[in-house]
Each structure stands twice: as C-alpha cells, then as structure tokens.
T-cell receptor
Framework: DSGVTQTPKHLITATGQRVTLRCSPR?????VYWYQQSLDQGLQFLIQ???????AKGNILERFSAQQFPDLHSELNLSSLELGDSALYFC?????????????FGEGSRLTVL | DAKTTQPTSMDCAEGRAANLPCNHS???????VYWYRQIHSQGPQYIIH?????ETNEMASLIITEDRKSSTLILPHATLRDTAVYYC???????????????WGLGTSLAVNP
C-alpha cells in the first residue's frame, strides 16, 4: 500500500460526458502528479501540483483540468470525453518539490468511454 | 530530456539474478536514473535511483557505468512476484529546478519463470 488513494477505481461513461477523478496523497506529501496510461502504452505525464499551485504541465488536453485543494487532495476533471480518453489514470505524490525523491503511485482509476 | 532505451522483454528463472539493462546515452550531468516497476496494471512502484555511484537497497541494486550512459538494475534472487514491467527513466527538470517530469518509455517486460 503506497498510501495514495484514488477514487473511483473503475468508471464507465459515454462520449461527451464529464468525469472527476480524485486523489488523496500520502500524509505529508505536498506534490501531486497525474499520469495517463493508455492500453499497452507508457505513462504520459499530465500535470503536477505543489502545495496547491500548478508546477509543471505535460501533454494535458485542454478538455482536461486539475486542481489541488488546501487539504492537498487533487481532482482531475475530464470533459467532452472521447473514446480515446479510455485509459488508466494514475495519481502520484512525493514529499516535496525537490529534485530527488521517489514518487508514490495510487492504484489508478480505470476510465472506459463507450 | 534524456531518453532511455530498454529491451522489450526478458525472461529469468526463479531464484536467479535478473539483470535489466538500460541505455541513456544522452543523460545530462545533473540527471538521475530512476527505476520503477508496474505489476499488471497496478500503480508503478519505486525501486531505486542513482546519480553516479552504484546503489543498493532491499529490493535491488543499481549499477551505473562510469560514463553514465547506461545502467543495469539487478534483482539478486528473482521470484515469481517480480514479474512486471520495469521502467528505467531519467528525471528531467526545468531551468528553475523546482519541479520535475519523469519521461516514461515502454519498459522491459520481465517474466520470471518457475
């Protein structure tokens, strides 16, 4: 158990819909990262937050947005969903916004868009 | 950002050492090498990381060549539970050095056989 909690574990929805994925980082971790993993693909970095502020942006679509709240949990909002958005979405956290230190990943949210 | 090259797949007999190579010939002087593994669609798990020196922890050893252009992850006594995709990644930082993005490839699928 990494200490990172993601909900929901599974989500099935239709094209054009909007969903929200939630992540609670490990206790004490200030940084949260979101990743997307499509079938048989590597992890694609989406976005990073540190203590409530956006710190790095990767290949995140304009239809997607995220935020980190004062209690440090984070939400990833996916809107106008397309079939290609079906993927595993992982959240990870780390202690600080520094150059060393490992990431702790949650078990992921599996999104299926029909 | 430095990219990594890993074999697509490898096999190892249970109880034997598994040596997973990684090429990162374009690595910069201040970039770390990280290893993670992902067991069948679970969240990736941190294994080890290093900059120049060889590193060892309870999970594995990391051997980095003197020129830092390649490294090898060693699982000394592989078990069936070590069957997973192993990712070798190089940490990238922005100019301010206050955030990071890990660039993930497709990793090496290690099968530990009885």
């Amino acid at each position: 158990d990494s200490g990172v909690t993601q909900t929901p574990k599974h989500l099935i929805t239709a094209t054009g819909q909007r969903v929200t994925l939630r992540c609670s980082p490990r206790s004490g971790d200030l940084s949260v990262y979101w990743y997307q993993q499509s079938l048989d693909q590597g992890l694609q970095f989406l976005i990073q937050y540190y203590n409530g502020e956006e710190r790095a942006k990767g290949n995140i679509l304009e239809r997607f947005s995220a935020q980190q709240f004062p209690d440090l949990h984070s939400e990833l909002n996916l809107s106008s969903l397309e079939l290609g958005d079906s993927a595993l979405y992982f959240c990870a956290s780390s202690v600080a916004n520094t150059n060393t230190g490992e990431l702790f990943f949650g078990e992921g949210s599996r999104l299926t868009v029909l | 950002d430095a990219k990594t090259t890993q074999p697509t797949s490898m096999d190892c007999a249970e109880g034997r050492a598994a040596n997973l190579p990684c090429n990162h010939s374009t690595i910069s002087g201040n970039e770390y090498v990280y290893w993670y593994r992902q067991i069948h669609s679970q969240g990736p798990q941190y294994i080890i990381h290093g900059l120049k020196n060889n590193e060892t922890n309870e999970m594995a050893s990391l051997i980095i060549t003197e020129d830092r252009k390649s490294s090898t992850l060693i699982l000394p006594h592989a078990t069936l539970r070590d069957t997973a995709v192993y990712y070798c990644i190089v940490r990238a930082v922005n100019n301010a050095g206050n955030n990071r993005k890990l660039i993930w490839g497709l990793g090496t699928s290690l099968a530990v056989n009885p």
